[in-house]
């Protein structure tokens, strides 16, 4: 099936003939469902941190830092903005010019809100000869649009989402990559540093490390501190064959293999090479003005709070069980694996090397909010491959439609993912672990896509904070609505909440 000009082009990227077999292999079999135990809610896998509590996993945290600990803030940021203006970009090519659909109604009549609004001005000033305001009211709606899309103005359309004028500040409007440097230095901060890593397409990244390096000494000055700033790329190695309906290998139209990439599962590669303590990751869309960030920062110490104090006790009682525990010592482990790491022995024998297989792996606590009914996953109770039971983070693709039991615990279930994790990623002997040895390559994902008017069948590898994780401690805690703000359509930045 694979000639000496596919395994050439396939071993240019990195990829062995193995995988691409093990690919095709997985179109045709597909990947399971998950077998799920519970929803997971307040008082059964989730967490709810009273006043008193949060003030002290804060403090744990303040003093974790204190000990000079290594913190990377870790920003998933080479999606395009392309889909945020799905709406816009059908409004240029309607058959009708002036604003119909409710969409473009409240996009026109609220322009002047937009953080971007003075920069769109001005580049309809210097293509147009006229400002927005001019433009619409000669009813050339369409001019304004096409100026914030296109390559000749703003070219919204095609850059990465993080660089998008988002909030606007009396010293001029910020982009998301900016709002995460300011994070970075409120809450991740240590040793005077601020570790910032930003995953950015090939295609933008000297884009964005200029517009870095235009920005980030203003905000080292404000808060006091140095910032280290890195970037990665997703691998060529992590992209994915694609394939026809009939599950063989996709072609190109000069015979050659189409390749798409994994999706953010592939980004656990970038994360396996930092080095680092504790790496906190967040979506690089939900950011929020100064004004609102108190909530956040205090929430991301609590996260984070929880996380050094269960990896302190986890660390704790490898070092009994490596000096040999007692009895009672084992059964007190077990209650903690069970209760604080809600990972439960079903049908399994609880022994030392049980516990110490459970205790001596990543760790991570996720912040998930109330279900207000944004598409996504949401946190489970969930069957491993070794029989256990654990908290997982799912999305409807892992779920079997047809188990009306499984249905209702996903249209039910109270809360959701927003991507607000907290990970620590060394074992209790100061060494990192290898990070793609905890993925569970069952968990990933099949979609129907298509290329140049042909229907295609495209791999997603297990999602980052889905099966990429499965095999890690996993703590739920419920975080306030108000930390999660995303940016899903350009309409989303008139929300109060980015005003």
Not at 92 to 115: L, N, R
Request: with cysteine; charged share 25%.
């Amino acid at each position: 099936m694979l000639t000496q000009q596919d395994l050439k082009q396939i071993a240019q990227r990195g990829i062995t003939e193995a995988q691409i077999e093990t690919q095709l292999k997985e179109f045709e079999t597909g990947f399971p469902f998950l077998r799920l135990e519970a929803a997971a809610a307040v008082g059964n896998g989730i967490v709810a941190p009273t006043e008193a509590e949060r003030k002290q996993l804060v403090a744990a945290w303040q003093q974790y830092k204190a000990e000079g600990r290594r913190v990377v803030k870790f920003v998933p940021a080479s999606g395009a903005a392309s889909r945020m203006f799905k709406n816009m970009f059908a409004f240029v090519d309607a058959d009708y010019d002036v604003p119909t659909t409710d969409f473009e109604k409240k996009y026109f009549d609220e322009i002047e809100k937009f953080a971007f609004y003075d920069a769109l001005d001005a580049v309809c000033r210097k293509n147009e000869g006229k400002g927005i305001k001019e433009l619409m009211a000669a009813g050339q709606y369409k001019a304004v649009a096409a100026n914030m899309l296109r390559k000749e103005g703003l070219n919204y359309g095609q850059l990465p989402k993080g660089m998008l004028l988002f909030h606007k500040y009396d010293e001029g409007a910020r982009t998301p990559m900016e709002e995460h440097l300011v994070e970075g230095a409120l809450y991740a901060a240590s040793n005077g540093e601020a570790h910032v890593h930003f995953t950015v397409s090939h295609e933008h990244i000297e884009f964005f490390k200029q517009k870095v390096a235009e920005k980030a000494d203003g905000f080292a000055q404000k808060y006091g501190i140095k910032y280290d700033i890195t970037f990665s790329e997703q691998k060529p190695s992590t992209d994915t064959v694609a394939a026809n309906p009939d599950n063989t290998p996709f072609r190109e139209a000069d015979g050659s293999l189409l390749f798409r990439p994994g999706g953010h599962g592939a980004l656990i590669e970038n994360l396996n090479e930092i080095e680092a303590d504790v790496i906190f990751i967040k979506n690089i869309d939900n950011v929020v003005p100064d004004r609102l960030k108190p909530e956040t920062v205090e929430w991301k110490q609590v996260i984070a709070g929880v996380l050094v104090s269960l990896q302190k006790k986890a660390f704790e009682y490898l070092r009994l069980l490596d000096a040999g525990a007692t009895d009672a010592q084992l059964k007190e482990m077990a209650e903690f694996v069970e209760q604080s790491l809600c990972c439960r022995a079903k049908g399994n024998k609880v022994d030392a090397d049980y516990l110490r297989r459970k205790l001596n792996r990543p760790m991570r606590v996720c912040g998930v909010v109330k279900n207000v009914g944004e598409p996504g996953g949401g946190p489970f109770l969930t069957y491993n491959q070794d029989g256990t039971v654990s908290l997982q983070i799912l999305e409807s693709s892992q779920i079997d439609t047809k188990n009306e039991e499984y249905m209702k615990m996903f249209t039910l279930g109270t809360h959701f993912n927003p991507v607000d994790l907290v990970c620590a990623v060394k074992d209790y002997k100061g060494q990192p672990f290898n990070l793609p040895a905890f993925v569970d390559k069952t968990t990933g994902f099949i979609s129907s896509k298509s290329k140049g008017g042909k229907e295609l069948k495209a791999l997603e590898l297990p999602g980052l904070w889905n099966g990429a994780m499965s095999d890690w401690s996993t703590i739920f805690v419920e975080v306030p609505l108000g930390t999660f703000n995303p940016v899903k359509t350009v309409n989303d930045l008139l929300r109060e909440q980015h005003q």
